[in-house]
């Protein structure tokens, strides 16, 4: 059964497009805010994303780019601006089609069953990076072979470097990813969870082989 992520801040839209989707035979995830749905996109991989462009915090275009650097999953927004610029913009940020606000509940459910159609075969939820394996659906990390707890902070840090493996993340940019973009720590709370996580994934957390620390610039894992 398709999963649909729907992004829409006006609580009563949010339930009467949910209530339609299942009745199509879809499993809705549904959020009304943009940090709540990045969590949903991340965790559940939608086979779709609906997504409102008006968002309060993290909006639908910031929320959109986030999404299509990570993922290829189809993106139709929402919006109430219908001018060219407006699509365009949409458009460019990743999105794979635009739907202007007021809109009928037929043509949307076209529109997301046309691109389901067009979607690309989905990436595996299972992201590996040596002995490391790290499921998305399930939430659940191994290594080799061996099941580890980690918590929720621990669980989204790992998950972004694996994402960008080889990469080097600054810990401003891991804040954002992890934290959000409303934190208000600092960056030192990155380097308390990497310490964390490497007495949990690594044999010798001093002399660590997976997360690597590059100084000055932050944390890359291999």
């Given at each position: ?25 879809y ?14 996109a ?20 910031s ?21 060219e ?50 499921d ?32 080097v ?36 957390p ?17």
């Amino acid at each position: 059964m398709p999963k649909v992520l729907v992004v829409e801040d006006e609580l009563t839209l949010l339930e009467l497009l949910s209530q339609h989707l299942r009745a199509e035979g879809y499993t809705v995830l549904a959020s009304a805010n943009g940090e709540e749905a990045l969590e949903l996109a991340r965790s559940q991989a939608p086979d779709v994303c609906v997504l409102d462009v008006m968002l309060p915090g993290l909006d639908g275009l910031s929320l959109c780019r986030i999404i299509r650097k990570e993922s290829e999953v189809p993106i139709i927004l929402l919006t109430a601006r219908g001018a060219e610029i407006d699509r365009v913009i949409g458009l460019e940020s990743g999105a794979d089609d635009y739907v202007v606000k007021p809109f009928s509940l037929p043509e949307l459910m076209a529109r997301v069953r046309a691109a389901l159609r067009r979607a690309p075969n989905r990436p595996s939820a299972t992201l590996v990076a040596g002995n490391l394996s790290l499921d998305l659906v399930s939430r659940r990390v191994f290594v080799d072979g061996r099941e580890v707890k980690l918590s929720h902070k621990e669980f989204e840090l790992l998950a972004t470097l694996m994402r960008n493996k080889g990469a080097v993340l600054s810990r401003e940019f891991l804040i954002t990813q992890v934290w959000g973009y409303d934190f208000e720590g600092d960056t030192r709370t990155v380097d308390v969870h990497v310490r964390w996580l490497r007495e949990k994934i690594e044999k010798d957390p001093s002399n660590p082989t997976h997360l690597q620390t590059v100084r000055g610039v932050g944390y890359r894992i291999d």
